[in-house]
Each structure stands twice: as structure tokens, then as C-alpha cells.
T-cell receptor, first 112, second 114 residues
Framework: DAGVIQSPRHEVTEMGQEVTLRCKPISGHNSLFWYRQTMMRGLELLIYFNNNVPIDDSGMPEDRFSAKMPNASFSTLKIQPSEPRDSAVYFC??????????FGPGTRLTVL | DQQVKQNSPSLSVQEGRISILNCDYTNSMFDYFLWYKKYPAEGPTFLISISSIKDKNEDGRFTVFLNKSAKHLSLHIVPSQPGDSAVYFCAATTVMDSNYQLIWGAGTKLIIKP
């Protein structure tokens, strides 16, 4: 298995633009997590899905952030409009219930 | 309120010596703890874990100790090697959480000096 796949690996955009981050979890995993890592706050859980259903989105910072999981093999995290303070590394992770989380390589987002 | 705390943002250790990374938690419901290791430009990878029914778990050079009364766990790396230089995250959960949601510490950057 290729592991968790995220795209793009790097994204540079201007303030106000829409940003879409993509994630393909490990095949067979039924939980998917979106994290944001910053120097100030470390690793923050934004939202997680179980069997494609959002379970807890309390970590999503604002209404500008939204996440979807239309099927078991794909999820998106969208920021609209983006702001410079959204600059961070965004990780996607997946797991099988009761198992450890496997992380993707992350997307480094820079909002100018 | 941070439920999992790693109070040392960074730690520098001489190669060959012991590295000790600390983690404190506040939620007494946590009963399963994990350490993840993260290299730059990569996602965190699982390193070692411990259940609350144990106070020690060892895997090669890595040992995790759990002190439930103090709500404290530590990761020992002996001997430390240059490849151990990374950011280490402590995470906690409860096995009753079927969604396996992890609560993360802020991470400690370990630097192994040659």
C-alpha cells in the first residue's frame, strides 16, 4: 500500500483565494483525521470522520474551513477565503478502528 | 485547556547518552498513550505505545514509562543516535473512544549532538 497520500505537497497562494487540500487514506481504513501543525500550537486536530461521516469538527477554526469525505477513499479540506494566519502544515491521517493512526506527508500551505 | 502537555519545546543530547522526553496529562480517563516521531517534511510516524495497565513498555532502544498517579509518562532513548533527531509527539486516548481520537502534545524537538 502506498500509505496515506496528500496533495499538493506545497501550496502557495494569496490571501483571499480558495485552497483545497486532498487526502487519500489507506485502503480499508475507516477513520480519517485532518490535523494542522504550527510552531505555536503544535499538532491540532481539525476534524475527523468515521465511515465517511464527520464525527467531531470542533477543532475547525472558523467557518472558512470545511471538510468533506464523499467516499471512503477521498477527503478534502477547503479554506475559503484563505488568510495568512492559515499558513501551516496540514496533515491527513487514517486508521482502522482501534488501531494506530498513519499520517500522510502533509501539505505545506503558505498564504501570502 | 491542554490535556496533554510536553513542557520542553526542545532537548539537546550527546550522541550515545540517554534522551528522556517527558509528557504530562490531565485527563484521568486516558488509558492508552503513544509516542510519534516526526522528521521535517514528513508526517508523524508511530514509535511506541503503552496501556495504562502497564508501567513500562520496551522496544529496542526505546522505553516508555507510565506513572499513573503522577499522570506522567516519559520516553527514554538509549543510546541516542543522530538519526533520533526529530520532533517527538506524545498522544493520549481512551480505549472507550471507538473512533480512537488522539489528544496530542505540542511536541519536543530532540537534537542529538555528534
Amino acid at each position: 500500500d502506498a500509505g496515506v497520500i496528500q496533495s499538493p505537497r506545497h501550496e502557495v497562494t494569496e490571501m483571499g483565494q480558495e485552497v483545497t487540500l486532498r487526502c487519500k487514506p489507506i485502503s480499508g481504513h475507516n477513520s480519517l483525521f485532518w490535523y494542522r501543525q504550527t510552531m505555536m500550537r503544535g499538532l491540532e486536530l481539525l476534524i475527523y470522520f468515521n465511515n465517511n461521516v464527520p464525527i467531531d469538527d470542533s477543532g475547525m477554526p472558523e467557518d472558512r474551513f470545511s471538510a468533506k469525505m464523499p467516499n471512503a477513499s477521498f477527503s478534502t479540506l477547503k479554506i475559503q477565503p484563505s488568510e495568512p494566519r492559515d499558513s501551516a502544515v496540514y496533515f491527513c491521517a487514517s486508521s482502522l478502528a482501534g488501531g494506530g493512526q498513519f499520517f500522510g506527508p502533509g501539505t505545506r500551505l503558505t498564504v501570502l | 485547556d491542554q490535556q496533554v502537555k510536553q513542557n520542553s519545546p526542545s532537548l539537546s543530547v550527546q550522541e550515545g547518552r540517554i534522551s528522556i522526553l517527558n509528557c504530562d496529562y490531565t485527563n484521568s480517563m486516558f488509558d492508552y498513550f503513544l509516542w510519534y516521531k516526526k522528521y521535517p517534511a514528513e508526517g508523524p510516524t508511530f514509535l511506541i505505545s503503552i496501556s495504562s495497565i502497564k508501567d513500562k513498555n520496551e522496544d529496542g532502544r526505546f522505553t516508555v514509562f507510565l506513572n499513573k498517579s503522577a499522570k506522567h509518562l516519559s520516553l527514554h532513548i538509549v543510546p541516542s543516535q543522530p538519526g533520533d533527531s526529530a520532533v517527538y509527539f506524545c498522544a493520549a486516548t481512551t480505549v472507550m473512544d471507538s473512533n480512537y481520537q488522539l489528544i496530542w502534545g505540542a511536541g519536543t524537538k530532540l537534537i542529538i549532538k555528534p
